[in-house]
């Protein structure tokens, strides 16, 4: 699990990161990285282009 809310483990054994977003039942990958910071910036960059309401940066609610 991540700290952070689009962020999930991937390649466990390689502990990479893949960055989601969740919408309407569809999902969109964005990439897959080394550190789950990296994915959460780049979901983080998402929001902000696309002038989102709720950014991805926030940590996940499971772990509030």
Same mark, same amino acid.
């Given at each position: 699990?991540?700290r952070?809310?689009?962020?999930? &483990?991937?390649?466990?054994?390689?502990?990479?990161?893949?960055a989601?977003?969740?919408?309407?039942?569809?999902? &969109?990958?964005?990439?897959?990285?080394? &550190?789950?910071?990296e994915?959460?910036?780049?979901?983080?960059?998402?929001?902000?282009?696309?002038?989102?309401?709720?950014?991805?940066?926030?940590?996940s609610?499971a772990?509030?």
């Open positions: 699990a991540s952070f809310k689009g962020v999930y &483990t991937f390649e466990r054994g390689q502990r990479r990161f893949l989601r977003l969740n919408k309407d039942g569809k999902s &969109t990958n964005l990439g897959c990285f080394h &550190t789950e910071e994915a959460a910036l780049v979901l983080a960059e998402h929001d902000v282009v696309h002038h989102k309401a709720e950014p991805h940066l926030q940590p609610r772990l509030v």
